[in-house]
């Protein structure tokens, strides 16, 4: 059974502080991870993709991947109240057509 | 900018009754997907369709369920014979290709299924 573990929160940063969020994943094939946001009562909103080592920055967002580590996380700089939400990772299991998420984890920005 | 639609918003049901859930995928998309969401719990993956065929399938996908792309736009969820446990919300998402990239799903709003 493939799994994708979150830290379930809540976390909580002060405004214009970096949130970190962390994600860990069983399926060493993997190739294809994801980063979505979730307010409450909504639906998944994509944030970024990511398929290589190293970090990926989309303004104020970054994802980092360690495949060896079987690590993905994303780092959200200057965080805005606006930011709190459900954070879900979600990976592509390989040689499937099926995507697994975690259970996400609650980003509370205090103003 | 193009997305994913469902209809409808809310749908509530008795249970023993069928339901079908709507979804229009992204035009130009060729991977269409069904997953739930439990109230306060994560989101699942049901099924994956590509090629109107079911590509993939997960436990929870079993003989109650079915889906369908009945015309060139449309992508559809039908659960037979409801049960209290099938309430939750149902997302439909679609993503260009599978592969190591063009994979991004992009997800509808969602119906929220509830049943009495």
């Known amino acids: 059974q493939k799994e994708v573990e979150q830290n379930s929160g809540p976390l909580s940063v002060p405004e214009g502080a970096i949130a970190s969020l962390n994600c860990t994943y069983s399926?060493?094939?993997?190739?294809?991870f994801f980063w979505y946001r979730q307010y409450s009562g909504k639906s998944p909103e994509l944030i970024m993709s990511?398929?290589?080592?190293g970090d990926k920055e989309d303004g104020r967002f970054t994802a980092q991947l360690n495949k060896a580590s079987q690590y993905v996380s994303l780092l959200i700089r200057d965080s805005q109240p606006s930011d709190s939400a459900t954070y879900l990772c979600a990976v592509l299991v390989s040689g499937t057509y099926k995507y697994i998420f975690g259970t996400g984890t609650r980003l509370k920005v205090l103003a | 900018e193009p997305e994913v639609t469902q209809t409808p918003s809310h749908q509530v049901t008795q249970m023993g009754q069928e339901v079908i859930l709507r979804c229009v995928p992204i035009s130009n998309h060729l991977y269409f997907y069904w997953y739930r969401q439990i109230l306060g719990q994560k989101v699942e993956f049901l099924v994956s369709?590509?090629?109107?065929?079911?590509?993939?399938k997960s436990e929870i996908f079993d003989d109650q369920f079915s889906v369908e792309r009945p015309d060139g736009s449309n992508f559809t969820l039908k659960i037979r014979s409801t049960k209290l446990e099938d309430s939750a919300m149902y997302f439909c998402?679609?993503?260009?290709?599978?592969?190591?990239?063009?994979?991004?799903?992009?997800f509808g709003p969602g119906t929220r299924l509830t049943v009495l």
């Open positions: 998402a679609s993503s260009e290709l599978v592969g190591t990239t063009y994979n991004e799903q992009f």
């Open positions: 369709f590509y090629n109107n065929e079911i590509s993939e």
């Open positions: 399926d060493r094939g993997s190739q294809s």
């Open positions: 990511i398929y290589s080592n």
